[in-house]
């Protein structure tokens, strides 16, 4: 596998989370729509703010690469953001990729939108996949999203129940509607299993400050901020930055919920995992492999393609004993799922 120009590492909150980061350089590309030819084919992604090593979304997009590099045996390629980096690092990212003859080429996360617009015009011969958006539309792009309130109302569910205190926390990364969709779901499950209960909510930063998805020092500090208010139960929706929040919920023998992978199982957070109670999965990966495989198979994806519950696409993870243990808690989240599948409770997408 070959990643683009690594430029950086990024230093986090506490040492047993350090993570690295890299760059996307080099030049900058001509516009071409005729990529360059290859005997082997290649695929690329390029990652969201965090990067890989995020222990979270970025990782999952990553797995779903190395899958396919070991069951369709192609050559895959990776392209990092820089800090504070604007559309037009995007697009030359994109470029890039596109005219080296990666096909498909997916942009990892919302912000890509206005860049894989303009790319995928360029290049009307190459798939683009852009995870978590449906604003940009074309023959050539597959939008893959997830009905992520859906989960965030089991990881709601699992959170009155453990809870002791009744009061538990929800920490977005920045406050965009993506994010507010697992706000909405989070506090639609907390309450309608536990109607008294508290859900102490904060967002890290605000658009277009996108710090809160990459920083841990702030996801730490609002965590220490809930728990000092009584949360035992805190549930971070924001990327490299909930790795804070982890941290500093187990600090204090709390329970922290994971998202977008199991974070129970992610190496980075090992310290932490007998408090990582649950995580709100979403199949990043299997998206990535899907859209990967569908171009080499001659039928591209195209247009939206979602993952609901009923696919299994989101979905709560059961890798901690201490959470298979919590018969109340998996009965009411089972149960929970049933119902939403079968329509009997629709989740609210916003608060």
Known sequence: MRRITRIATVGIASAALALSATACGGKKSSDSSSPSSSAEKSVAIAYDIGGRGDQSFNDAAYAGLQQAEKDLQVKGAEAEPTDGEGEADKVQRLTELARKGNNPVIGVGFSYAPAIKKVAEKFPKTTFGIIDDTSVTAPNIANLVFNEEQGSYLAGVAAAKASKTGTVGFIGGVEVPLIKKFEAGFTQGVKDTNPNAKVLTQYLTQPPNFDGFAKPDLGKAAAEGQLDKGADVVYAAAGLAGSGAIEATAAKGKWAIGVDSDQYN?????????????????????????????????????????????????GLADSNPEYKKMADVVAAVEKAKADIIAKKITVKTAP
């Open 266 to 314: 992610q190496a980075g957070l090992a310290k932490y995992k007998d408090h990582i109670l649950t995580s709100v999965t979403k199949q990043v990966s299997l998206s990535v492999f899907n859209l990967i495989k569908s171009v080499q198979d001659g039928k591209p994806e195209s247009g939206e393609v979602r993952y609901g519950l009923d696919k299994d696409g989101v």
